[in-house]
């Protein structure tokens, strides 16, 4: 996901079995590029500890609301000041009922009360608990109040029992989140479209992303360096800007962006396959790190080793899918995108992309070693169409996003499609 990177999110950890969910929800934060604070309830450090929370966040861990040190480094008020989006996870009945009444006895319950940020909650408890009347009011009280709920699920529950209370899985939680997170950072992205934040309301948008893999046998495969964060940052972005999106994904540990409908493939022909199914659009970016090759003749059974013998795989071409959709003389896109990486000549090359590839727009961007694109969270383009070329500052990938998705709307105005 991700789609809206690079932003603060303050943890609240409730106490309830499911704190151990948090842990994984921590790791995908940051794999999306996150930076997480936490802070624990008494009861959520009888589940887990806070030494796994601060070497998963890469940060101390809060739990103090008297403590002179934490006030005199960072008090209460600007850990809540400090975050971009404030998420309770378990939020267990009593945290629940504590932020219905405006309860705070403690730091992670002053906090909630004391802050003017979005809260997302994820609720964690027993079914009884969950069905009871005086949770089912406080529920009311919150949502009236505008905090946003992500589950809780049905399900059976560590308690053994089946039914609601369930806590959602960390990467439902995480899509919650990236969805909050886009709605703040949605469009306008430039003055001159303050108050069109749904410059593609109305378009249909398909975004290639992330890896192919092209297997060799059944348990080896060829790959590449591509994480997918900047497909799936523009697939969300168009999402948020009004576009009906489909996103193309290879293999990638990141969530499904929200509002998107997310295809997952593994090699470059299901890929192909896939982006041919979702035409028509008015709009294809090929942004997927595409094998060139497959393996000509994939075995079914593992190759195994001959000691001393060298091996050698023969590879075969795989179709340009960026090209096919350029060129397709029936239902082209009005606008057709790629990238391009470069290790040398970056402007010549990706000037010949752009025609070969028949394409409308090319974003090149260096991958040279020191570069740090791949994987990375930045992104430097240089952008060329038919017309002319400009080149954009390092920017983090969702910038990129925003950037592109704007100059697209605005290039389907100027032709008047
Ligand atoms: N692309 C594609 N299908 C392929 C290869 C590339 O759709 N089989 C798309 C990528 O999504 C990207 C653009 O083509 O938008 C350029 O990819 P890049 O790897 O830079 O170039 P290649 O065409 O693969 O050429 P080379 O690796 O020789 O530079």
Same mark, same amino acid.
């Given at each position: 996901?991700?789609?809206?990177?690079?932003?603060?999110?303050?943890?609240?950890? #409730?106490?309830?079995?499911?704190?151990?969910?948090?842990?994984?929800?921590?790791?995908?934060?940051?794999?999306?590029?996150?930076?997480?604070?936490?802070? *624990?309830?008494?009861?959520?450090?009888?589940?887990?500890?806070?030494?796994?929370?601060?070497?998963?966040?890469?940060?101390?861990?809060?739990?103090?609301?008297?403590?002179?040190?934490?006030?005199?480094?960072?008090?209460?008020?600007?850990?809540?000041?400090?975050?971009?989006?404030?998420?309770?996870?378990?939020?267990?009945?009593?945290?629940?009922?504590?932020?219905?009444?405006?309860?705070?006895?403690?730091?992670?319950?002053?906090?909630?009360?004391?802050?003017?940020?979005?809260?997302? &909650?994820?609720?964690?408890?027993?079914?009884?608990?969950?069905?009871?009347?005086?949770?089912?009011?406080?529920?009311?009280?919150?949502?009236?109040?505008?905090?946003?709920?992500?589950?809780?699920?049905?399900?059976? *529950?560590?308690? #053994?029992?089946?039914?609601?209370?369930?806590?959602?899985?960390?990467?439902?939680?995480?899509?919650?989140?990236?969805?909050?997170?886009?709605?703040?950072?949605?469009?306008?992205?430039?003055?001159?479209?303050?108050?069109?934040?749904?410059?593609?309301?109305?378009?249909?948008?398909?975004?290639?992303?992330?890896?192919?893999?092209?297997?060799?046998?059944?348990?080896?495969?060829?790959?590449?360096?591509?994480?997918?964060?900047?497909?799936? &940052?523009?697939?969300?972005?168009?999402?948020?800007?009004?576009?009906?999106?489909?996103?193309?994904?290879?293999?990638?540990?990141?969530?499904?962006? &929200?509002?998107?409908?997310?295809?997952?493939?593994?090699?470059?022909?299901?890929?192909?396959?896939?982006v041919e199914a979702a035409l028509p659009a008015d709009i294809f970016i090929g942004v997927a790190a595409v094998a060139d090759w497959r393996v000509a003749a994939v075995t079914h059974q593992k190759i195994k080793k001959e000691k001393g013998r060298e091996f050698s795989l023969t590879l075969t071409e795989n179709p340009d899918i960026l090209a096919c959709v350029g060129k397709r003389l029936e239902n082209r896109p009005a606008l057709v995108v790629g990238f391009a990486a470069e290790s040398e000549d970056i402007l010549a090359r990706a000037a010949a992309k752009l025609t070969q590839k028949n394409c409308d727009m090319i974003l090149a961007n260096d991958v040279g070693e020191s570069s740090q694109v791949f994987g990375g969270q930045k992104n430097e383009v240089l952008v060329l169409t038919r017309k002319d070329q400009?080149?954009?500052?390092?920017?983090?990938?969702?910038?990129? &996003?925003?950037?592109?998705?704007?100059?697209?709307?605005?290039?389907?105005?100027?032709?008047?499609?």
């Open positions: 996901m991700t789609a809206s990177s690079g932003k603060r999110v303050l943890l609240i950890i #409730g106490g309830g079995i499911a704190a151990y969910k948090v842990l994984e929800l921590i790791r995908r934060l940051r794999e999306c590029g996150h930076f997480v604070r936490a802070v *624990m309830t008494r009861a959520a450090q009888e589940f887990i500890t806070k030494l796994s929370v601060e070497s998963l966040t890469g940060n101390r861990v809060y739990d103090d609301l008297f403590s002179p040190t934490e006030e005199s480094g960072m008090g209460h008020i600007e850990l809540s000041r400090d975050a971009d989006l404030i998420v309770v996870a378990p939020a267990t009945a009593d945290l629940l009922a504590k932020m219905a009444h405006g309860l705070a006895g403690d730091l992670a319950t002053t906090l909630l009360l004391a802050t003017d940020k979005k809260i997302l &909650a994820a609720p964690a408890m027993n079914l009884r608990m969950w069905l009871h009347p005086a949770t089912r009011r406080n529920m009311a009280r919150l949502q009236e109040d505008g905090v946003i709920f992500t589950g809780p699920e049905a399900g059976e *529950m560590a308690c #053994g029992e089946y039914g609601p209370g369930r806590m959602s899985e960390p990467l439902t939680i995480l899509a919650a989140i990236e969805a909050r997170l886009a709605e703040d950072t949605r469009l306008p992205l430039a003055p001159e479209f303050a108050g069109q934040s749904r410059v593609l309301a109305g378009r249909r948008v398909i975004v290639t992303s992330g890896p192919t893999h092209e297997p060799i046998d059944p348990v080896r495969y060829i790959a590449n360096r591509s994480s997918g964060r900047q497909g799936h &940052a523009i697939a969300s972005v168009a999402a948020a800007a009004g576009a009906d999106t489909v996103l193309i994904s290879g293999p990638v540990t990141l969530a499904d962006p &929200a509002q998107v409908q997310t295809r997952h493939v593994e090699t470059a022909c299901e890929m192909l396959e896939a400009e080149s954009w500052p390092p920017l983090d990938k969702e910038m990129v &996003a925003r950037r592109l998705i704007l100059r697209l709307s605005a290039l389907l105005a100027e032709r008047g499609e």
